[in-house]
């Protein structure tokens, strides 16, 4: 009930092609998506989230899309650059609870 | 500025040896949180505490320790109970509003078994 499922585990995109990155979840009491990107060495930093009351939320070249049926969400990286190039972590959870952590994915963005 | 800041950056302990880990953030944010970091295995929660003097395990906490004596201060110690503690750690506050809430991270604390 408490598991967020990730995928892939891992991800090489050319440069300028769209990256994409699953989760699922099981708690339909989560009410909060985050999701992080953590660069080699440093800790996770919130890269955008969404909350289920929207199927879509967009910041620049970065989009979640969310199905609160199916219990899934995704990110999706358009125009993906080597700068990209990290871990990403999605997350869930309920207000005032803590944040239950994917597994992680591990972009890299070949130029 | 306002963060998390974790220190020492890089640790080493000896077998046998107790280590504690410093986390000191000035977000003013009531809960805090350390999690281990392993290649492949994402984060794992070791203890969280959601006010002063007051704390719950998470999902690894078997040979670790912590405090909360002030709102400020979170620290971690790695005892000589844990056989593996070769890991990167992660500190982490909450915050929460009416719009959102999320967890601001420090920048780790890489330790290693000599």
């Known amino acids: 009930q408490q598991q967020v499922k990730q995928s892939p585990q891992s991800l090489i995109v050319q440069k300028g092609g769209i990256s994409i990155i699953n989760c699922a979840y099981e708690?339909?009491?989560?009410?909060?998506f985050p999701w992080y990107q953590q660069f080699p060495g440093k800790g996770p930093a919130l890269l955008i989230a969404?909350?289920?009351?929207?199927s879509e939320k967009k910041e620049g070249r970065f989009t979640i899309s969310f199905n609160k049926s199916a219990k899934q969400f995704s990110l999706h990286i358009m125009d993906s650059q080597p700068g990209d190039s990290a871990t990403y972590f999605c997350?869930?959870?309920?207000?005032?609870?803590?944040?239950?952590f994917g597994q992680g994915t591990e972009l890299s963005v070949k130029p | 500025d306002g963060g998390i800041t974790q220190s020492p950056k890089y640790l080493f302990r000896k077998e046998g040896q107790n280590v504690t880990l410093s986390c000191e953030q000035n977000?003013?944010?009531?809960?805090m949180y350390w999690y281990r970091q392993d290649p492949g295995q994402g984060l794992r929660l070791i203890y969280y505490?959601?006010?002063?003097?007051?704390?719950q395990k998470g999902d690894i906490a078997e040979g670790y320790s912590v405090s909360r004596e002030k709102k400020e201060s979170f620290p971690l110690t790695v005892t000589s109970a844990q056989k593996n503690p070769t890991a990167f750690y992660l500190c982490?506050?909450?915050?929460?509003?009416?719009?959102?809430?999320?967890?601001?991270f420090g920048s780790g604390t890489r330790l290693t078994v000599v």
């Open positions: 505490s959601q006010i002063v003097n007051d704390f």
């Open positions: 982490a506050s909450r915050h929460w509003t009416a719009i959102n809430y999320g967890y601001t």
């Open positions: 977000l003013n944010h009531d809960a």
């Open positions: 969404i909350r289920p009351d929207v």
């Open positions: 997350a869930a959870g309920h207000s005032g609870g803590k944040l239950i």
């Open positions: 708690n339909t009491a989560f009410d909060y």
